[in-house]
């Protein structure tokens, strides 16, 4: 029997010739990631462990951007702890405010993840760069500290569940209106420790951005991690972002999955997760009549030039809606300088939302726009657990970024089709 693409990229990380579903291996490690939460618990644990230095100074990467800019003293004791860590042990990769983005649109944008790369990340959402033919995942702050001293982690070898993209999507239609859809479908434990791999003439017409964000919310699925193919638009990617060596691992054609979904991309429509849970999923036209306090555009799923590009192109010329807050935050510094090139944030400045630093704090209800009771927001965040944006009786519904703007200009839940 063959091998799945992230089997293949497994195997040759441990120094196999196969392996199997449920087997147990130890891999090498390309990058070991962690953020300003994270950090601290690995940084204590690592201490234990016995060792002077970190495995390799250019693999490891600490990104500060949950509660970055610090919120509160002890936001800014955790960054000073992982800050003096970073500089004790020389990592080259340690992003200080100024220069640091979410750590999921930083990382790819930095040339840190190419195809072929095994990766770990004390951060549930690092299987975003499966996009770039990586496999990514996320893991504890205790294996981020055994990552960082040995450069190995250890892993039950996944199943795989296939997905045969076909189609183009509609205008209107992203990236997140797939993955929405796909977890709306399989549930939010459907993929359950397992690699959700995509495939089929679809993908063609799917951006990196697209692929980022569908990567990103496997996790969401219950997955190990999500893995698209090597083709022309991630070779250009990382050949713009890169001087890394790329390896390309394709599935055999015998490989084995447990299920396979053929999904028409020109068939999803617009679509909606209600509170509580990223399987809650309605189409754009099922939703009725939601009305909204707070819009927030912007994460690691949602915080790319593309994203930025279709809320400024809805927000142009028009108002956000009296009574509700908008905030938009772009993914990086990189990505911020670009929107002002564009125009985008006077855009977006003058519809009266705000446009901020790069940050995740209010995607899991840090700093930055946290709910009060009864509040309902649209995001185009990953999570809508209760209380995962603030007030336990707070509601969040996820959406795309035009979703998002559409519905921040009426307040309440729209379809960007109307505003034509």
Partial sequence: MGMTMTQ???????????????????ANLDLVLGNDI???????????????KVFDKSKVAIVPDHFTPNKDIKAAEQCKFIREFA??????????????????ALIPEKGLVVAGDVVIGADSHTCTYGALGAFSTGIGSTDMAAGMATGKAWFKVPAALKFVLKGKM?????????????????????????????????????????????????IEAGAKNGIFPVDEKTIEYMKEHST???????????????????IDLSKIRPTVAFPHLPEN??????????????????????GRMEDLRVAAKILRGRKVAKGVRCIVFPGTQNIYLQALKEGLVEDIVKAGAVFSTPTCGPCLGGHMGILAKGERAVSTTNRNFVGRMGHPESEVYLAS????????ITGKITNPEDLE
């Fill in 8 to 26: 293949k990229i497994l195997a040759a990380h441990a120094g196999l010739d196969s392996v199997k579903a449920g087997q147990l291996i130890e």
């Fill in 38 to 52: 994270t950090t601290p618990v690995a940084v204590k644990e690592f201490r234990k462990i016995g060792v002077d």
């Fill in 87 to 104: 500089y004790e042990k020389g990592i080259e990769n340690y992003f200080e405010v100024g220069e640091m983005g979410i750590e999921h």
């Fill in 170 to 218: 509609s205008k209107w239609v992203s990236g997140k209106d797939v993955i929405l859809h796909i977890i709306g479908m399989i549930g939010v434990d459907g993929a359950l420790y397992k690699s959700m791999e995509f495939a089929g003439d679809g993908i063609a017409s799917l951006t990196m951005d697209d692929r980022f964000t569908i990567a990103n919310m496997a």
């Fill in 244 to 262: 890394r060596e790329y390896k390309i691992y394709e599935a055999d054609e015998d490989a084995e999955y447990e299920k396979v979904y053929e």
């Fill in 281 to 302: 999923t309605r189409t754009i036209d099922e939703v009725g009549d939601i009305k909204i306090d707070q819009v927030v555009i912007g994460s690691c799923t949602n």
């Fill in 401 to 408: 970024p035009a979703v998002a703007a559409a519905s921040a």
